[in-house]
């Protein structure tokens, strides 16, 4: 089993950062993709942010020069830099990954952190 925490969430104003962690434990062997997921009220999970083993990194457009995903391979660990932040934001954050393995097996996810951006 893998367990995934995020930590770092929280009420900020616009315009400002936060940086979410999350740190992967358990049976994690050859992690393949690491993702930042977001859920707002009313609206479907949307992917943020993803990287690579290989560190290529992918972003939604609307995070796009604003977001910075990150990882830490020995530790098991990825973060988002969230800069300038806007009211839009504001969501619960997912952090999950992939692993590569000979049988399909379906993404980790962690339990969520809030991060609500006031205007």
């Known amino acids: 089993q893998v367990q995934l925490v995020e930590s770092g969430g929280g009420l900020v104003q616009a315009g400002g950062s936060l940086r979410l962690s999350c740190a992967a434990s358990?049976?994690?062997?050859?992690?393949?993709?690491m993702n930042w997921y977001r859920q707002a009220p009313g609206k479907q999970r949307e992917l943020v942010a993803q990287?690579?083993?290989?560190?290529?990194?992918n972003y939604a457009d609307s995070v796009k020069g604003r977001f910075t995903i990150s990882r830490e391979n020995a530790k098991n660990m990825v973060y988002l830099q969230m800069n300038k932040l806007k009211p839009e934001d504001t969501a619960v954050y997912y952090c999950?990954?992939?692993?590569?393995?000979?049988?399909?097996?379906?993404?980790?996810w962690g339990q969520g952190t809030q991060v609500t951006v006031s205007s």
């Open positions: 999950s990954l992939t692993v590569v393995s000979a049988t399909p097996t379906p993404p980790y």
């Open positions: 358990g049976r994690v062997f050859s992690i393949n993709t």
């Open positions: 990287i690579t083993s290989g560190g290529s990194t």
